[in-house]
């Protein structure tokens, strides 16, 4: 399976990063199966650095391989998957022992929706037939040493202003 990783540099290694603010599944190394999302997310990080070139950056695992592995999997959005969600981003604390995580992203086209189900405004089942509504992306969450071992490293396509 191919997977991708927008970045403002190659990164032929990925490591279990920390982020500086609370990610869908935790900490680790975030991909996708949509070349056109890492994409963006590369021109978005260059406009707010306001920096002219970053990478997206081209992976293959074998998918056989997550057998191996401890495996949270949503199929799209859930009362699990949006609990789940919640928790990672909201929770002080919150840890999960899962080596790979894959599902929906929370972006933020639709995190007003989980705004909402946070303060109470919409019910979890208003919630889920929302975020239906939209084409969400995938993403994979690598967030173990372990799991990154399945990572291998093919290319960086460059990505310019």
């Known amino acids: 399976m191919k997977v991708y990783h927008g970045s403002l540099e190659v990164v032929e290694h990925p490591m279990i990063l920390r982020p500086n603010r609370k990610l869908d599944y935790g ?9 056109k999302q890492a994409q963006e ?3 978005r990080r260059m406009f707010e650095r306001r920096i002219t070139s970053g990478y997206v950056n081209v ?12 495996c949270l999997i949503f199929t799209g959005p859930s009362k699990e998957w949006a ?16 080596d790979i995580v ?8 639709v995190y007003l929706q989980f705004g909402l ?17 939209y084409k969400l992306v ?4 690598f967030h173990t040493e ?7 490293f093919i290319e960086a396509s460059k990505v310019e202003k």
Do not use: C
Request: charged share 30%; aromatic share 14%; no cysteine.
């Open 27 to 35: 900490e680790g190394f975030y991909t996708t199966t949509s070349k």
């Open 41 to 43: 997310w590369v021109e």
């Open 59 to 70: 992976y293959e695992f074998d998918d056989q391989k997550l057998q191996e592995l401890r």
């Open 83 to 98: 609990e789940f969600v919640m928790e990672n981003r909201t929770k002080k604390g919150f840890s999960h022992s899962y």
């Open 102 to 109: 894959y599902g929906p992203v929370a972006n933020d086209r």
């Open 117 to 133: 189900y946070e303060s109470g405004a919409i019910g979890i089942e208003t919630l889920i037939r929302e975020l239906k509504t």
């Open 138 to 141: 995938d993403q994979y969450l």
């Open 146 to 152: 372990k799991a990154l071992t399945i990572l291998h």
